[in-house]
């Protein structure tokens, strides 16, 4: 049975950074993704990796200012976030897929992953 666990959100004032962890179990490495969600909107695509391989941004808004990071041996991938704006906050979802085309989904719909974890909650003011 995968299981994602998302950790590491909180509140921070504008301009200042956080990092995300996402540990996975039960899960053979493959694409891992970040996905965000704010209030009546569904869950946006942000930035995938998978092992050995470059990663891909979904989401203009945050290039340059977010990093996506993937440990092998600790089955963990991070999202590293700096310069947050306001408009960042929300909940941040990891989410994951097998590699089938030997890359994570070109496109970043939520349908395309597969797992997906509880989501952690991020502040920005």
């Known amino acids: 049975q995968v299981q994602l666990v998302e950790s590491g959100g909180g509140s921070v004032q504008a301009g200042g950074s956080l990092r995300l962890f996402c540990t996975a179990s039960?899960?053979?490495?493959?694409?891992m993704a970040w996905f965000r969600q704010v209030p009546g909107r569904q869950r946006e695509a942000l930035l995938s990796?998978?092992?050995?391989?470059?990663?891909?941004t979904y989401d203009a808004r945050v290039r340059g200012r977010f990093f996506i990071s993937q440990d092998n041996t600790r089955n963990t991938v991070s999202l590293q976030m700096n310069s947050l704006r306001p408009d960042d906050s929300g909940v941040y979802y990891c989410?994951?897929?097998?590699?089938?085309?030997?890359?994570?989904?070109?496109?970043?719909?939520?349908?395309?992953?597969?797992?997906w974890g509880q989501g952690t909650q991020v502040t920005v003011s």
């Open positions: 989410a994951a897929v097998p590699i089938t085309s030997g890359r994570c989904p070109t496109a970043g719909r939520e349908s395309l992953f597969s797992y």
């Open positions: 990796t998978f092992p050995g391989g470059p990663y891909t």
């Open positions: 039960g899960y053979t490495s493959g694409c």
